[in-house]
């Protein structure tokens, strides 16, 4: 059975870790909120690493290099980056850096279905994530100003954080402003004329379900094409 290799943004940073240094799951976790990874992967619950490790493990991009016993803690297992990692690790991040499309956040897909809450209720979840995201701002520029001579390399994943957020501030507040005046407004009823101008036939459905099964047997020579469609052809 074929493994599936795709890139993961966790399997990244963990194979990323193991480039400096053979180290177990806790180190990792210590050092990924030390230098602020855990803002940009979710670690939240420690099996995700340990899952993302089992995974790398199976594609054969980490392996085992040793077992650490201590009187104080559980035994430890060290890890380490194989050869196939290494370069399995840049072929991700060239691709994970080019790549266009591939994200599919939350906050698009619930901006998608806006409507299924009234303008007020829209409102008020805007106004919550635009103040949560002025204090993620001012963090960021707190830490800017913490990191002093700190190479820029190192800040790149700040500065775009910071982009980003900025971007959506910017869209924030004007939704906002648009929905406390009024230019942008729904309600059941009109929402339900909008659908039905949009919504196609039953009939249409069940045709274009058809298209799919019609052009396969076409193409396997289990239907031949009607005389109309042939006479068609001819003429083209």
């Given at each position: 059975?074929?493994?599936?290799?795709?890139?993961?943004?966790?399997?990244?940073?963990?194979?990323?870790?193991?480039?400096?240094?053979?180290?177990?799951?806790?180190?990792?976790?210590?050092?990924?909120?030390?230098?602020?990874?855990?803002?940009?992967?979710?670690?939240?619950?420690?099996?995700?690493?340990?899952?993302?490790?089992?995974?790398?493990?199976?594609?054969?991009?980490?392996?085992?290099?040793?077992?650490?016993?201590?009187?104080?803690?559980?035994?430890?297992?060290?890890?380490?980056?194989?050869?196939?990692?290494?370069?399995?690790?840049?072929?991700?991040?060239?691709?994970?850096?080019?790549?266009?499309?591939?994200?599919?956040?939350?906050?698009?897909?619930?901006?998608?279905?806006?409507?299924?809450?009234?303008?007020?209720?829209?409102?008020?979840?805007?106004?919550?994530?635009?103040?949560?995201?002025?204090?993620?701002?001012?963090?960021?520029?707190?830490?800017?100003?913490?990191?002093?001579?700190?190479?820029?390399?190192?800040?790149?994943?700040?500065?775009?954080?910071?982009?980003?957020?900025?971007?959506?501030?910017?869209?924030?507040?004007?939704?906002?402003?648009d929905l406390e005046d009024g230019s942008l407004s729904?309600?059941?009823?009109?929402?339900?004329?909008?659908?039905?101008?949009?919504?196609?036939?039953?009939?249409?459905?069940?045709?274009?379900?058809?298209?799919?099964?019609?052009?396969?047997?076409?193409?396997?020579?289990?239907?031949?094409?009607?005389?109309?469609?042939?006479?068609?052809?001819?003429?083209?």
């Open positions: 059975m074929k493994l599936d290799a795709r890139s993961s943004s966790l399997g990244l940073v963990v194979l990323g870790m193991l480039i400096d240094e053979p180290m177990h799951v806790y180190r990792m976790q210590k050092l990924l909120k030390l230098w602020g990874k855990d803002k940009v992967v979710n670690i939240r619950r420690s099996a995700s690493i340990y899952q993302t490790i089992e995974r790398l493990i199976r594609l054969e991009l980490v392996d085992v290099r040793k077992t650490v016993q201590t009187e104080s803690h559980p035994d430890r297992i060290v890890y380490g980056i194989t050869a196939k990692g290494r370069s399995t690790l840049r072929v991700w991040l060239r691709e994970m850096l080019s790549a266009v499309g591939g994200e599919f956040p939350d906050f698009p897909a619930a901006v998608s279905m806006l409507a299924l809450l009234t303008p007020e209720d829209a409102l008020g979840s805007f106004k919550v994530r635009a103040e949560a995201i002025e204090v993620a701002l001012k963090e960021l520029e707190e830490e800017k100003r913490a990191a002093g001579d700190v190479p820029r390399l190192f800040l790149l994943e700040d500065a775009y954080r910071t982009a980003l957020l900025e971007a959506e501030l910017v869209w924030l507040r004007s939704t906002i402003s729904w309600n059941e009823e009109w929402i339900r004329s909008i659908a039905a101008q949009h919504k196609p036939a039953h009939q249409d459905e069940n045709a274009a379900s058809e298209l799919p099964r019609a052009e396969t047997k076409a193409r396997r020579g289990d239907q031949k094409p009607k005389k109309s469609q042939a006479g068609f052809a001819k003429k083209r």
